[in-house]
């Protein structure tokens, strides 16, 4: 007569891994950047904060330049986008004056314009500005190009 031995199957006890507090997400430390676009048209305005919305940014909008450059000092954005015309204080002087204060300096700037001669190109870079893009303009390019001015600034 054969007896069977009972059989043990070994078992493993794992040790509980205690992590105190939750591990943060990096992902969520990011903050998206945001991006100031002021422009009297209120559908390029719109336009211009839809497509950047779409690509990840956070974007708000002054309807002239004013209300821009007090925007800027409250708001503290990464980036402008600035219409060169705007009624009362126009996108090249908000660009000057963002660029002749230490607080706001360092901030990129990038003009929208109509005006695509190379005199009006060559004003806007004088006055401060960091890119120069023509309307009607492709969004892409504009994604592209606010893209490369955060990534220079270090953003």
């Not at 059989?7 to 430390?29: E, M, Q």
């Not at 100031?36 to 305005?45: I, P």
């Not at 007090?70 to 600035?82: A, K, N, S, T, Y």
């Not at 120069?132 to 592209?144: N, Q, T």
Request: charge should be negative; include cysteine; proline fraction near 6%.
């Amino acid at each position: 007569m054969v007896v069977a031995a009972a059989s043990t199957v070994p078992t493993f006890t794992l040790p509980s891994l205690s992590l105190g507090a939750p591990v943060p997400d990096w992902a969520t430390d990011l903050a998206e950047p945001t991006i100031l676009v002021a422009d009297d048209d209120e559908t390029v305005r719109d336009l211009v904060a839809f497509k950047l919305g779409a690509a990840g940014y956070h974007a708000i909008t002054a309807e002239d330049g004013s209300t821009a450059l007090d925007m800027v000092h409250r708001e503290q954005p990464d980036m402008v986008i600035l219409d060169v015309m705007m009624p009362g204080l126009d996108g090249l002087s908000v660009c000057y004056e963002l660029h002749s204060s230490s607080a706001t300096s360092q901030i990129p700037v990038l003009m929208l314009s109509g005006r695509d001669r190379q005199v009006d190109i060559d004003l806007g870079l004088t006055v401060g500005a960091d890119d120069y893009l023509i309307k009607p303009f492709s969004p892409a390019e504009l994604i592209r190009r606010v893209r490369w001015l955060l990534l220079a600034n270090g953003e």
